[in-house]
């Protein structure tokens, strides 16, 4: 085992904001402290990768209601708790810039920026009715057997 | 190590439609590639092993209501998020139909195929009023001490 | 790795009665089969190590928001599932009595008996203004890194 790097491998199931937050914070601690990290973007997940503009693939019936019904983007998501009617995740965003901490498109920028691997599950978006042109550039596409080769080798392996 | 087989070893803790399809999707997969896997099924994701039939075990009250509220089987829960009253799950249901992919009840069947363990929480059991003829057959019970046996030499280890 | 223990790592991020109560199950069962275990407590999870005494330290006005809607204490707690207005704990409770099973505070208390790490998560208390007074006593304050440092050594490591 010497000389090869700690891995760090991440479902990112949901598509709550608090959720993916906390994602993304391990994934980039674990990237500062020299992991190989992965991120599997799948179902809800998927969200966080969204462009924020407002695109028009074309789509069946069902896809298109899922694209309007589901958050455009790491910045419209709601909270897993205490959403309030999205009045919690307001507040979240007030305090997290009260004390200087990170949103989530700057963590999802800086785990870019430190290499972290963003994949979004192939099968899922085809369910979700989602288009690569949605989705952030640099990502990757993947499906569970390439989730499952990165995570039997993981050391810290998690579903959020 | 050689000659070793990997081990997946999962949590279903939640009794959603969608995650139980994503445990039971990393599940397959890795069976698929030859990994030793069971899922330990406790608290609301013991909903996904019962029977479809109405059973009527003599119950005391608490664990009759629980018993009615909650979904009877697999093909009756609901979804994590957009469940809209029920509508979400439907939509779900048709989009995997369209796209030719599982549906729960079908990638139960497949892990029972593929000789994936599938455990009931016994403790949990307890709790909620489930008795055994009201689950699947060739199910395992079991407790926290078998999980942890299992799951402290596993390679990929989830709760889901 | 002769002689060495066993670890179990589990953030609970929850705050959600049922989930606190899985994640102190498996951490108390690992710990009577000698793991070293640390629980990580960061965003709602925060709120099972709440005091239940009313305090009042001073705090700014989205701070005082999140206290005083946030649950005081493991027993005040709701469910992921079923929750009906708080109509849900109160049968689980009754229930855990009914069956002499162990309630959150006391599966809490037999995890500080046992000697588990019960951590919380110094950024997330910024977050949500929660301040040491607030939390129960005995406990450690810590961030990412810390949490990483264990969790790459861990057998069992599971996001709650």
């Given amino acids: ?5 700690k891995k760090t491998t991440i479902v990112l199931f949901s598509g709550d904001y608090d959720k993916a937050m906390a ?4 994934a980039n601690g ?3 402290y020299d992991h190989e990290v992965t991120i599997f973007h799948t179902f ?10 407002s695109m028009k693939p074309k789509k069946g019936f069902l896809e298109k209601m899922f694209a309007k019904m589901m958050p455009r ?7 897993s708790n205490m959403n309030f009617a999205g009045m919690g995740p307001k507040m979240i ?3 997290i810039k009260k004390h200087n901490a990170m949103t989530l498109p700057q963590l999802i920028e800086m785990a870019q920026e430190q290499d972290i691997r963003l994949a979004a599950c192939t099968m899922t978006m085809d369910l979700l009715g989602l288009q690569q042109e949605e989705l952030l550039d640099n ?3 993947a499906g569970v057997a390439a989730y499952l080769a990165d995570a039997e080798d993981g050391n810290v392996n998690l579903f959020i």
Same sequence: chains 1, 2, 3.
């Fill in 1 to 5: 085992m010497t000389g090869q790097k």
């Fill in 23 to 26: 994602a993304y914070i391990i």
């Fill in 30 to 32: 674990a990237a500062a």
């Fill in 44 to 53: 809800w997940g998927l969200n966080a990768l969204r462009k924020d503009e």
């Fill in 73 to 79: 983007g790491a910045d419209k998501m709601g909270l």
């Fill in 93 to 95: 965003k007030h305090v």
């Fill in 139 to 141: 990502i990757e596409y």
